[in-house]
């Protein structure tokens, strides 16, 4: 009885360590791609020539949103716009403020509004309510390397990367595991697999200053 359950153990394990591999494969495939050839591009900057292109704006906020800002900028120095300032400011300058922290002073309102691959703000002079928007971008390159990065992403894209960080350790894992089982067939396994732990190890402890 045990002799036959032995094969049967192993199927269900080879059959269940490759349906987890497959799936986690699947999820993370887009991500490694992008995470991989971004990989190269934040290695090589100098590869990749960005032209930053500038994009200004100007307006004046009705006089009584104006003094709606100029009333904010008694309390504290750092808040959300109010509703109506930030409903205003975007639908005049095409943007998304999305609730971000303005920065209050008595003549001015700041707010930074940076984003993958751009940096951009507006600032509101105040009483006047003179409005001066400036949007810097840095092309796709820039783009999916600030999304590598993980920087000026926002929550969901940051859940994004956790998610797809657990992937890829399933994908890992579930991966040694299938070669620890197919090893007593492939000779070369675990010779090549410590090749892959050894190089970079060498290189951190003899290159990497």
Not at 148 to 168: E, M, P, Q
Request: glycine content about 8%; charged content about 15%.
């Amino acid at each position: 009885m045990k002799a036959s359950s032995s094969p049967q153990r192993r199927s269900y394990w080879l059959k269940t360590l490759h349906q987890w591999h497959w799936m986690s494969a699947a999820l993370s495939l887009a991500g490694l791609i992008v995470f991989a050839a971004t990989g190269i591009t934040l290695n090589n900057a100098a590869w990749v020539e960005a032209s930053p292109q500038v994009q200004a704006q100007t307006a004046t906020l009705p006089a009584d949103i104006a003094a709606m800002l100029v009333e904010r900028a008694d309390g504290p120095d750092k808040g959300p716009l109010p509703a109506l300032a930030e409903q205003w400011l975007d639908q005049q300058l095409h943007i998304r403020i999305g609730g971000r922290t303005a920065e209050y002073s008595p003549d001015e309102v700041y707010v930074g509004l940076p984003e993958p691959g751009a940096d951009a703000w507006l600032a509101v002079a105040l009483p006047g309510g003179e409005v001066e928007y400036e949007r810097t971008t840095r092309g796709w390159v820039a783009y999916f390397n600030d999304l590598h990065k993980g920087r000026n992403t926002g929550a969901a894209w940051s859940w994004f990367i956790d998610i797809f960080a657990v992937a890829c350790l399933v994908f890992a894992f579930t991966g040694l595991f299938l070669m620890k089982m197919h090893a007593a067939n492939r000779k070369a396994t675990w010779p090549v697999t410590g090749l892959g732990i050894l190089i970079p190890l060498i290189l951190m402890l003899l290159w990497v200053h």
